[in-house]
Structure formats: C-alpha cells, structure tokens
C-alpha cells in the first residue's frame, strides 16, 4: 500500500543437531597423541581439545533416520513432514537450512513416536475414528467447499494424507497422556486465583500482548546447536515462512499444537529476556532467538491492548471511501496533476456531510460502510484512522492502477471498557502454565528411558 502526502502529491513509496555414529576405522600410526584432559567444572567428562574422530563422515550428509523402541522411522517419513513446513514457507530454503530442518524434523518424529508409544503402554492407544474426525476437520476449515481436496494438495506439495494423520495421532495421544497423568495433580488454590484478579485490577490500563512462541529447549552440552537452529528458523520466518507451521513442527512448549499462541500476557508474566524484547515490539514483528532459562525462544507479537480496556481493534467504524480512477496510458503528469486536484478537494472537505456532492464536481466515488470493525482494516491504515476524529481523513493512498482514495471517519462507536477474566479463565491459565512445565519434563523422562538407533 502507497500512502500519499496531500501537498506533495504522488510519491513511490530448525533443531538440534543429533549426531551419528561415525564407522569405526583404524587410527593412523602417525596420529597425533592427544592431551590427557583433566575434569572441570566447565567440562565435567574431561575432553582434550584435540579429538580425533574415527573414519570420514561428513556431519551434513549423514542419513535422518532411527529406530526408536522398535519402530522404524524412515527418510520418507522426514521428506513428507518436511514438505508440510517448506510448503507454508514463501522464500526457497536453502540446502545448508534444509538439511538442519531435517535434523529438526527427525527429533519431532521421534518425539511423536515416543508419545504415541507411551499412550499405548498406558492402554490409552489413539483410536483411527479420532484421527480421521479431526482429519476431516482441518480439511474442512482448509477446503471448505471440497474437503477431499487435502488429500490432493498434500501429495502435490510432496507430504501425505498418512504423514499428517501422524502428528494428529502424536498430538492426540499426547493430550490424552497429560489429560490422566499431569492434570489431576495439577492444583491451584483459590487464593492464589484472587491474587491474580487484584494484580490485574491494579494494572488496568497498562499493556498486555498476545505472542507467538517457539521454544526450543538447550542444555550446556548441546546450546550451541540449538541456537544455530534457532537462528535458521528466524530467518525462515523472516523470509516468509508461516509462524503458526513452523511452531506446529518445532516448538517444545505445549502450545505448539495451537501454533505457539500464548494467548494475552502481560510482561509480569514472561521472562525477563522475552518481556524486554516484547516491550519494544510492535504488532507484527519477530524477535529472537532470545536466550531465557532452559533454552531459546523466538517470539511473534500477534497484537497489543490495555488491561481491562476496550480493545480499540473492536471499535465499530463509519466510513467513507472517496477514490478516483485513471484512463488506461494516462501520463504521469496527468496522473500527478489529476492526485493534486483531489488533495485540494480533500483539504477542503469540513465534514462527512461535503464529501457527495463535492465528489460527484471533480468525478470521484464515493462508498460508505457504517459497520466496519477497525480489526479488518490493513494494519498500516488501522493505526491512522484509529487516531482520527470525525470528519478527517486518511492520507492520499493507493496508485495509477488500482486508483487512488482517502478514508474519512464519519462515526465510531467504541466496545464497552473489557471486564476482568473470570475467576475460571484465570485458574485456567494458571493450569495451563504448571501443565506444561510438568509436560515438558514428562516428554524428557520418556527420551532418557527411550532405546534410540540412529543411521
């Protein structure tokens, strides 16, 4: 969108990386010998600085797949579920970022595969009557008039109806894991309920956000890694990769089967190192990876509002929409000449009540639409027209081909001041909270007691 000035007239305006075993191969004779390392504090195993590995493997090259418990997860399997996330990307990816989004993708699935497992030891195994509801579910919402159409699209993009139907079932059977095991010992006392509902009184007024997030987990021994996959998903995303995908496939937290939203937070309720950067966000952006307890986070800021207050983004609005059009092969003088005119005639307007019969005199037109929520407005209009009063205008925007026009506000009639949660939405997000921290150590107690060969 081209936003012109009334005077000046027309203007342009991916995961840890897991290691395979090398082949095993004789050390040469003329090896060098390596320092005998003492153990640290810093490095508790006493590794020399120098080690030698053992044959030639090339660690970009080395094949993604595993066997976990048993259950074999082949190239295939990653190739499908990596097509679901490279489909939702508008930039090419390139091969080096590629091959760390395999390795990503390849934890996932064993992941998936660990909760699938862990439900059917529990005798709590997922039944196919609910894959396939919540199948036919997502295909409706995606190809409302023709659902059959998912099956299509997913083996034209280089995935497969049964690779998304795997990760319903990880999810499904993850759900029904925490639902028994995690929350019935999840309490929260009324008390604690009440304190939250006068902290938030005593905030009214002051921002709350509502984020994205993808979480990834590190350690001292693999933090490295771990960043440098968080840096190739942000610059994914930054090149127009899908937050809601790449969250889905990637995001440790619990809110990834929501597309990594956190719903609204206030700062108090984030980390330190996420609360600074959301502070100097604005609604749109990315920040990160950003380094807290545990691991990284990259965070998107998906919209900004005051606690207990309106949500100006639910203002109802009156407008008018006043717009010329130009003859195909129109000169750019003409063009200009014809944009000043209409920006004197927009400086000249004193009100809502001109705009008719003014416009019909220099051949503009004129729309009105008295119920129009501010929230579907382009984001870069919303924010002008949101500051003005009645009867002002937007600037001059728009260009030669698709014309040219101003918004005027003509009326607005504001939501009703937001009342505090409920005391059981707020119990909810307490819940939620401990639930997934509880969640997150659950999923690292069936990794270490997992039997997992690498090939």
Same mark, same amino acid.
């Given at each position: 969108?081209?936003?012109?000035?009334?005077? @000046?007239?027309?203007?342009?305006?991916?995961?840890?990386?897991?290691?395979?075993?090398?082949?095993?191969?004789?050390?040469?004779?003329?090896?060098?010998?390596?320092?005998?390392?003492?153990?640290?504090?810093?490095?508790?195993?006493?590794?020399?600085?120098?080690?030698?590995?053992?044959?030639?493997?090339?660690?970009?090259?080395?094949?993604?797949?595993?066997?976990? !418990?048993?259950?074999?997860?082949?190239?295939?399997?990653?190739?499908?579920?990596?097509?679901?996330?490279?489909?939702?990307?508008?930039?090419?990816?390139?091969?080096?970022?590629?091959?760390?989004?395999?390795?990503?993708?390849?934890?996932?699935?064993?992941?998936?595969?660990?909760?699938?497992?862990?439900?059917?030891? @529990?005798?709590?195994?997922?039944?196919?009557?609910?894959?396939?509801?919540?199948?036919?579910?997502?295909?409706?919402?995606?190809?409302?008039?023709?659902?059959?159409?998912?099956?299509?699209?997913?083996?034209?993009?280089?995935?497969?109806?049964?690779?998304?139907?795997?990760?319903?079932?990880?999810?499904?059977?993850?759900? !029904?894991?925490?639902?028994? !095991?995690?929350?019935?010992?999840?309490?929260?006392?009324?008390?604690?309920?009440?304190?939250?509902?006068?902290?938030?009184?005593?905030?009214?007024?002051?921002?709350?956000?509502?984020?994205?997030?993808?979480?990834?987990?590190?350690?001292?021994?693999?933090?490295?890694?771990?960043?440098?996959?968080?840096?190739?998903?942000?610059?994914?995303?930054?090149?127009?990769?899908?937050?809601?995908?790449?969250?889905?496939?990637?995001?440790?937290?619990?809110?990834?089967?929501?597309?990594?939203?956190?719903?609204?937070?206030?700062?108090?309720?984030?980390?330190?190192?996420?609360?600074?950067?959301?502070?100097?966000?604005?609604?749109?952006?990315?920040?990160?990876?950003?380094?807290?307890?545990?691991?990284?986070?990259?965070?998107?800021?998906?919209?900004?509002?005051?606690?207990?207050?309106?949500?100006?983004?639910?203002?109802?609005?009156?407008?008018?929409?006043?717009?010329? !059009?130009?003859?195909?092969?129109?000169?750019?003088?003409?063009?200009? @000449?014809?944009?000043?005119?209409?920006?004197?005639?927009?400086?000249?307007?004193?009100?809502?009540?001109?705009?008719?019969?003014?416009?019909? @005199?220099?051949?503009?037109?004129?729309?009105?639409?008295?119920?129009?929520?501010?929230?579907?407005?382009?984001?870069?209009?919303?924010?002008?027209?949101?500051?003005?009063?009645?009867?002002?205008?937007?600037?001059?925007?728009?260009?030669?081909?698709?014309?040219?026009?101003?918004?005027?506000?003509?009326?607005?009639?504001?939501?009703?001041?937001?009342?505090?949660?409920?005391?059981?939405?707020?119990?909810?997000?307490?819940?939620?909270?401990?639930?997934?921290?509880?969640?997150?150590?659950?999923?690292?107690?069936?990794?270490?007691?997992?039997?997992?060969?690498?090939?």
């Amino acid at each position: 969108m081209k936003l012109f000035s009334k005077k @000046a007239g027309l203007k342009t305006r991916s995961g840890v990386m897991l290691a395979g075993l090398a082949a095993l191969a004789m050390v040469p004779a003329s090896a060098p010998a390596q320092t005998v390392a003492v153990p640290t504090a810093n490095n508790p195993f006493g590794l020399p600085e120098d080690v030698t590995i053992f044959g030639n493997a090339d660690p970009d090259r080395r094949t993604a797949t595993a066997v976990v !418990n048993g259950y074999v997860i082949t190239g295939t399997d990653i190739d499908q579920r990596v097509a679901l996330v490279t489909s939702a990307s508008e930039a090419p990816i390139p091969e080096e970022e590629l091959l760390r989004l395999r390795v990503q993708v390849l934890r996932n699935l064993i992941d998936e595969t660990l909760k699938v497992q862990a439900a059917e030891a @529990a005798e709590m195994k997922v039944v196919r009557e609910e894959v396939e509801q919540t199948y036919q579910q997502l295909a409706a919402q995606n190809f409302a008039t023709e659902p059959k159409k998912m099956d299509e699209y997913l083996l034209s993009i280089g995935s497969s109806p049964d690779s998304l139907k795997r990760q319903i079932e990880g999810e499904i059977a993850w759900e !029904n894991l925490l639902r028994r !095991n995690i929350m019935p010992f999840v309490n929260v006392s009324a008390e604690e309920v009440n304190d939250v509902l006068a902290r938030l009184e005593a905030s009214r007024g002051t921002d709350e956000y509502r984020l994205g997030e993808i979480y990834l987990s590190a350690t001292s021994e693999n933090r490295e890694a771990v960043l440098a996959n968080a840096q190739a998903i942000m610059q994914q995303l930054q090149q127009g990769g899908s937050f809601v995908a790449y969250a889905r496939q990637f995001s440790e937290a619990t809110t990834a089967v929501v597309g990594g939203d956190l719903g609204w937070v206030r700062l108090g309720q984030l980390p330190p190192q996420l609360a600074d950067s959301a502070r100097q966000m604005q609604a749109g952006q990315l920040q990160g990876p950003i380094e807290i307890p545990g691991g990284f986070s990259i965070i998107y800021l998906i919209n900004k509002r005051q606690v207990l207050m309106a949500d100006p983004n639910e203002a109802l609005l009156n407008l008018k929409q006043i717009a010329i !059009n130009f003859e195909p092969g129109v000169s750019e003088a003409e063009a200009e @000449a014809k944009v000043n005119e209409f920006g004197a005639f927009v400086e000249s307007l004193r009100g809502c009540g001109d705009v008719e019969a003014g416009a019909t @005199a220099i051949g503009a037109q004129v729309v009105t639409n008295d119920q129009i929520k501010a929230a579907s407005l382009p984001e870069q209009l919303r924010a002008i027209i949101l500051n003005l009063q009645i009867g002002q205008t937007t600037p001059l925007f728009g260009g030669v081909e698709e014309g040219v026009r101003v918004l005027m506000l003509c009326g607005r009639d504001d939501p009703a001041d937001a009342g505090a949660p409920t005391f059981a939405a707020v119990m909810d997000d307490i819940e939620q909270e401990r639930i997934n921290k509880r969640a997150q150590r659950y999923l690292r107690d069936l990794r270490n007691d997992a039997y997992i060969e690498y090939n």
